[in-house]
Structures are given as structure tokens and as C-alpha cells.
């Protein structure tokens, strides 16, 4: 009864090949985002969608490109990938109607790119 | 455009002891939030500060917010070593929603 889950937990792959992250809430909440956290521990918020609807789209490259089928799943998909893109990526979830509007993070997956 | 820093970034403290961690934020916000984060694992929420003198307590970890100031605190009570993790607090930016993190303070508590 994970609230927020995330697959693969651990990636690691070729330069130049194509993953996708995937990205499931079970908490009904209405907008689900993705942040990326490097190797210093900075985190930095990449997307995020609001009941399917792209709302915050972040300088990230284009080879980035997320998709939600439906409120409750937000993929990343990023093409040719580079040795830059190595980095933990978090899921996470939220109630932006609520009063608190809390984000609840997944546990995160880690992109290695060899 | 918001900046949110922290200080300290590292904390070795003795258990027993008490310290302060300090979050400043550049722009207007009504929303801080604190997370905790163990090594190789997901982030916690520990504290939803909505409005100015916002104080919420849990344990030994008590945060306040002073929106006037820019400034929110997590205060840690008599550490022990199950608190050592790495503190991040959070500010909604006003104008666009967007949660930005500071840098986060790693704290280690040592016997």
C-alpha cells in the first residue's frame, strides 16, 4: 500500500540509449511532479502535472519528456541519454487544492549512465 | 527569482547537545515546509509552517516560521543519534507555485 512508487529503483544504462521512469500515487491526490537530485544532494523540480495537464515545464533539455495518462501516473521518458543525466530522480505527489498542498516524494530512482 | 539557503550545510554535534538550523528564503512565501532525508532513501515530510510564528514541534526537532524575516528554523533537541539524516526545508515560490529546496544541512550525531 505504497503511497507513492516509482520502477526502476535502480537504472543503469549505455550513453546515447532511451529509459523510462515510471511513477504511480495511490493517495488520489491531483498533481504529480519530478525532481531531480544530483550528486551534491540539490534537488531540483523538472515537471510537474496537474490532473494530466502540464503546469510547470523547468529548463530542462527537450530530450526529457514526461507523459500522464491519467492523474495517478507521471512517466519520465528521456532520450539519448548523457553522463550528465546520472542522478537520483524523485516522483512525488501532492493535493494542491488542499491547505497544506504536501508533497509526498517516492522512494527514487537511481540513473547511472556509463 | 526565489533562493532558498540554508547554513549550516554540515552539523557534527554530540548527542545531548542542542543546535539550530537556519533557512532563508529571498521572496515573499506562505508556505515552508521541512523534509528529512536518510542516505539512499526517499524525503520525509516533518513540518508544514503555513503562516508567520508558525511553531510545530515533534520530539526532539521543533521549527518555526518568521515570514517578516525570511527565516524559518528547525531547532534540534538533545540529539541523538537516530536524528543524524539530511534537513531540507522548502519554500512554495508565490508567483509560480513551484517548491524550491535549499541546500540541505547534513547532520551527524556522534555518542
Known amino acids: 500500500d505504497t503511497a507513492v512508487s516509482q520502477t526502476p529503483k535502480y537504472l543503469v544504462t549505455q550513453m546515447g540509449n532511451d529509459k523510462s521512469i515510471k511513477c504511480e500515487q495511490n493517495l488520489g491526490h491531483d498533481t504529480m511532479y519530478w525532481y531531480k537530485q544530483d550528486s551534491k544532494k540539490f534537488l531540483k523540480i523538472m515537471f510537474s502535472y496537474n490532473n494530466k495537464e502540464l503546469i510547470i515545464n523547468e529548463t530542462v533539455p527537450n530530450r526529457f519528456s514526461p507523459k500522464s495518462p491519467d492523474k495517478a501516473h507521471l512517466n519520465l521518458h528521456i532520450n539519448s541519454l548523457e553522463l550528465g543525466d546520472s542522478a537520483v530522480y524523485f516522483c512525488a505527489s501532492s493535493q494542491v487544492s488542499g491547505s497544506y498542498n504536501e508533497q509526498f516524494f517516492g522512494p527514487g530512482t537511481r540513473l547511472t549512465v556509463l | 527569482e526565489l533562493k532558498v539557503e540554508q547554513n549550516p550545510l554540515f552539523l557534527s554535534m554530540q548527542e545531548g547537545k542542542n543546535y539550530t538550523i537556519y533557512c532563508n528564503y529571498s521572496?515573499?512565501?506562505?508556505?515552508l515546509y521541512w523534509y528529512r532525508q536518510d542516505p539512499g532513501k526517499s524525503l520525509e515530510s516533518l513540518f508544514v509552517?503555513?503562516?508567520?510564528?508558525a511553531v510545530k514541534q515533534e520530539g526532539r526537532l521543533m521549527a518555526s516560521l518568521d515570514t517578516k524575516a525570511r527565516l524559518s528554523t528547525l531547532h534540534i533537541t538533545a540529539a541523538v543519534h537516530d536524528l543524524s539524516a539530511t534537513y531540507f526545508c522548502?519554500?512554495?515560490?508565490?508567483?509560480?507555485?513551484?517548491?524550491?529546496f535549499g541546500t540541505g544541512t547534513r547532520l551527524q550525531v556522534f555518542p
Open positions: 521572496t515573499t512565501s506562505d508556505r
Open positions: 522548502a519554500v512554495v515560490s508565490y508567483n509560480t507555485d513551484k517548491l524550491i
Open positions: 509552517l503555513l503562516s508567520n510564528g
